[in-house]
């Protein structure tokens, strides 16, 4: 028989919802410290965006984050990105890149002083200079189940 009671059933959900608000509050005095910084980064960057771009900000649990997807880029090394990439590396830090090559995308991680920087870039899929290719293939096999009663 299962042993616990309402009563502690409802204070399980009450401390919940403490750490809950606490996280919260917590977010919105680390977004309200680094405010000013972020206000620099985002009037250097705004104008390095283009209409089909993006700029978002997130509070993370360490930092928040402002996330930029900029996309129909030529390329990761020549025209707008570089630019921002300048922007990037005169504010912050960086922290790592990972690609997406189905998408033709890379994902440049960086961390300021009191927030981070996600920056996803989009090279259009019809660029002279950079194309997804073929590298290999992979075959899964997946099991499948069904229920069986007796």
């Known amino acids: ?13 009450n401390k919940d919802s403490a750490n809950a608000t606490q996280r919260i ?9 680094a ?12 104008p390095l965006l283009e209409s089909s771009d993006h700029m978002s900000i997130v509070g993370g649990y360490e930092k928040p984050t402002i996330y930029v997807h900029a996309r129909g880029l030529e390329s990761f090394k020549t025209g ?8 990037l590396e005169a504010l912050g830090t960086a922290k790592s890149t ?6 033709i995308n890379r994902d440049f991680e960086y961390t ?4 981070n920087v ?14 997804k290719i073929e590298v290999g293939t992979e075959i ?6 069904a229920i069986q009663c007796d």
């Open 1 to 13: 028989m299962y042993k616990t009671t309402a009563t502690k059933l409802f204070a399980n959900a």
């Open 35 to 46: 405010k000013a910084n972020m206000r620099v980064f985002i009037n250097v960057m705004r």
């Open 98 to 103: 990972e690609d997406w090559a189905s998408s």
């Open 140 to 145: 899964q096999t997946i099991v499948k189940y």
């Open 112 to 115: 300021m002083s009191n927030y």
């Open 25 to 33: 509050k917590r977010q919105r005095l680390q977004l309200a410290n």
């Open 80 to 87: 707008r990105i570089v630019g921002m990439l300048q922007v």
């Open 118 to 131: 996600m920056f996803c870039a989009f090279v259009k899929e019809d660029s002279a200079t950079c194309r």
